[in-house]
Nanobody, 113 residues
Framework: QVQLVESGGGLVQAGGSLRLSCAAS????????MGWYRQGPGKPRELVAS??????YYADSVKGRFTISRDNAKNTVYLQMNSLQPEDTAVYYC????????WGQGTQVTVSS
């Protein structure tokens, strides 16, 4: 059984930074892709960033502000979020694609103006 544990969400003022982490544990011997999605109030879930061996993907709305990275030894993916804006407010979910897809429980990010 694979579990994804997310951490790092919270409340921050506009212009601030947060770093999200997502650690995959359990029987996972192959990771094709790791990514971050978000779902804002009344909005559909959208892909924010993803990383495979290469290249990385970023949504246009976060390019230049967010950076995704992974630690293969720890099966962990990170999302460094800088210059946060109120429109970044959402629940952020990590996703790991192995032989099947796994989702984290979500972590709330709230950006105040």
């Amino acid at each position: 059984q694979v579990q994804l544990v997310e951490s790092g969400g919270g409340l921050v003022q506009a212009g601030g930074s947060l770093r999200l982490s997502c650690a995959a544990s359990g029987s996972i011997d192959y990771i094709q892709l790791m990514g971050w999605y978000r779902q804002g109030p009344g909005k559909p879930r959208e892909l924010v960033a993803s990383i495979t061996s290469s290249p990385t993907y970023y949504a246009d709305s976060v390019k230049g502000r967010f950076t995704i990275s992974r630690d293969n030894a720890k099966n962990t993916v990170y999302l460094q979020m800088n210059s946060l804006q109120p429109e970044d407010t959402a629940v952020y979910y990590c996703k790991v694609v192995s032989w099947r897809s796994y989702w984290g429980q979500g972590t709330q990010v709230t950006v105040s103006s």
